[in-house]
């Protein structure tokens, strides 16, 4: 094994579900009598890394009694991984005075050191192949990106050649993306929020400021990496799915039901 170390951004509410997250956070919503949150860690240790940790804030007590009572897949022990949960409200201060995507990762700088690790929100599930593909122990941080028809809701990944990555623009417009497809880049990639980062990625966080929208953004310390020609991108091959409406719910359970006995 050569990443073993995985952090989980799982700190907020997820206040687009609605009553769902009303008294507990979005990735402990269940999903056919289990918590979302569980089908991801499954899949994480099914790809063979065995450090989790959990950067949490929302209701902090009910995601330890969830780590207590999860039973990992059949095959691996109990004793065998490690899960390990760090406050993001007790390092950087509540919502309010500091938030965003890059907020988990300066919460584990100390517990990380000079690991290379691997980077995921817990909103979100990939396929075993596809978290194992990202395991490579080299100098480059690594985006996953995925195929997608209809891009202009998501971050569009620039590529600059031999898989690297040259910028990332956000939710861009119809004139945007018929620009990008005249420059050669057809089947545009959207980052489907997976990564896997060297120790570098603290240095460029601590050089980002708030973005539009108020909050600290790690596309904008992952942006500053690809100045360098530090940032490869790995494509999905299987599936990204998302968990941040009601809707969801169902359509998850649905995809569990179908491909759960399959991974």
């Known amino acids: 094994m050569l990443v073993n170390k995985v952090v989980i951004a799982a700190a907020g509410q997820g206040t687009r579900m609605l009553e769902l997250s009303k008294d507990k956070s979005k990735h402990l919503i269940e999903v056919n009598n289990r918590p979302f949150l569980a089908y991801l860690m499954d899949s994480l240790l099914m790809a063979g890394y065995r450090e989790i940790i959990l950067v949490v804030g929302f209701k902090v007590e009910l995601m330890n009694d969830f780590v207590e009572g999860y039973l990992p897949p059949k095959g691996i022990d109990k004793n065998d991984f490690k899960v390990s949960l760090v406050n993001q409200c007790d390092i950087i201060g509540l919502k309010e005075k500091e938030y965003g995507t890059a907020c988990p990762i300066k919460c584990v700088k100390d517990i990380v050191g000079d690991e ?13 192949e596809d978290l194992r593909a990202m ?37 861009p417009s119809p004139a945007k993306i018929y620009e990008i497809n005249l420059g050669g880049q057809e089947n545009l ?18 050089k980002i400021q708030k973005s539009i929208r108020g909050e600290y953004e790690v596309t904008d310390a992952i942006s500053l ?4 020609r530090k940032v490869k991108i790995i494509k999905i091959k299987d599936y990204f799915k998302d968990f941040g409406n009601p809707d969801d719910v169902q359509k998850i359970s649905k995809f569990l039901n179908a491909n759960l006995k399959t991974e």
């Open 189 to 206: 990639l959207i980052n489907a929020g997976l990564y896997k980062f060297t120790k570098e990625i603290f240095d460029k966080i601590s």
């Open 225 to 228: 990496l690809a100045e360098d």
């Open 135 to 171: 395991n490579i122990d080299d100098e480059f941080c690594y985006i996953a990106g995925l195929k997608q028809e209809h891009p202009e809701k998501y971050g569009v990944l620039i590529e600059d050649g031999d898989d690297f990555l040259e910028k990332i623009i956000e939710k």
């Open 116 to 128: 290379n690790f691997i980077y995921v929100y817990g909103d979100n599930l990939f396929s075993v």
